[in-house]
């Protein structure tokens, strides 16, 4: 039992949230991934992987959350540059050999295992920014510097992530807003920045629309614009199709995740029961939840949602009882991060937001998400550990108080105790009293 206390130490909670997505991550991509089966011939393989990267994950949250939480500010050091040379070369290579997976330049390949450079570049930007913020803190907010800073940082990583995957990067862009909001930056400064972006960026979206896609194919850094311009156009057009005509092979993946969440019911077909699996190219990944809501129904998808809920709100608590601003700025970083990522997958496969590459974190099977991700839970675990230790020497504060107040009563009662013998040696009254006494007997006899 000490051996357990031991190895998950940190927040509760957070620990059942992780183990509670690793399960249904495990039952759902078991399900989903008939695809690879299918194209393998393997049975167990996909299965057997994605387990393996989830033990080892777990490996990874148990060593991180053992780390104090000081350490992380080191990362960025060499996350940092390493990150933005990784990008820098997916992205090159993409250009001059034209190696691309499904029409992107988002993964390397080192020594036979393929990982995204994106997945570090996110985890650098996040912890970065919290130590701007936290060391740039003064009593009436962040210091101007920090926004300047934190706009370089990540607007490097911005335009080197985005022609290759857009959707990360504006996600990412929008959780570094969100935590200069809460960590105080001006406010001036930061609509004032989103206004002139949201202009530029509506001008330039609307010279490129009208022209043709096909023309920007081989432009450096437009190449994917066909993609882009395809998928908001077809989430936007509201033009009703009769049933007898709709082309489902035209979009397959909106058309079969739909089918999966209309099909499906209150308590779902139940796990492995799926039927859209087979036809959703991604329903490992990127419609993963499609398939949850499929065989688990409508109390599965629910439940999904509440956990990442449910994991923004624990580690809001974290960072409420935090005495220092680096580490409350840290786990809100990524629990924003985790939870954004989250929502916009789910989005996604309910037809809310046009289709992006996001996987959902901690669920979807990936490699180099995965153990990201659950490098995320094990910063978040070790500052708990960190808070759960602040409140350890608050109680023993309390205590020894509580033990000095006591002394202090039990010393007061012990003196007032002390008291009646001295007052009866000291008064005159009852002396006086006695002595009449003594004089009304003599007298009497």
Known sequence: MDLLKNIFKGDKVIWIIFLCLCLISIVEVFSAASTLTYKSGDHWGPITQHSIILMVGAVVVVFLHNVPYKWFQVFPVFLYPTSLVLLAFVTLMGIITGDRVNGAARWMSFMGLQFQPSELAKMAIIIAVSFILSKRQDEYGANPNAFKYIMILTGLVFLLIAPENLSTAMLLFG???????????????????????????????????????????NTPGLHRFETWQNRVSGFFKKEEVPAAKFDIDKDAQIAHARIAIATSNVVGKGPGNSIQRDF??????????????????????????????????????????CDRTFPAFLV???????????????????????????????????????????????????????????????????????????DAVAYSEAQTAAEPTAQILNNDAKFEDENDYLTRTVDER
């Open 280 to 321: 959703l190219s991604q329903a490992f990944s990127d419609f993963i939840f499609a398939i949850v809501i499929e065989e688990m129904g409508l109390i599965g998808g629910v439940f999904v949602v509440f956990l990442y809920l449910w994991l923004l709100m624990r580690a809001g608590k974290i960072a409420q009882k």
């Open 332 to 406: 809100m970083g990524i629990a924003l991060l985790l939870v954004s990522q989250a929502i916009l997958n789910m989005m996604v496969a309910v037809g809310l937001f046009p289709v992006t590459g996001q996987p959902l974190p901690l669920v979807s099977k990936g490699g180099t998400s995965t153990l990201i991700n659950c490098a995320y839970i094990g910063m978040i675990l070790s500052v708990s550990r960190y808070t759960a230790h602040l409140e350890e020497l608050k109680e023993h504060d309390a205590q020894i108080q509580l033990q000095i107040t006591t």
């Open 175 to 217: 959780v570094v807003c969100m935590m200069m909001f809460i960590g105080r930056v001006s406010s001036k400064k930061l609509f004032g920045m989103l206004g002139i972006l949201a202009l530029v960026g509506g001008v330039a979206v609307g010279i490129l629309m009208a022209i043709p896609a096909k023309t920007l194919h």
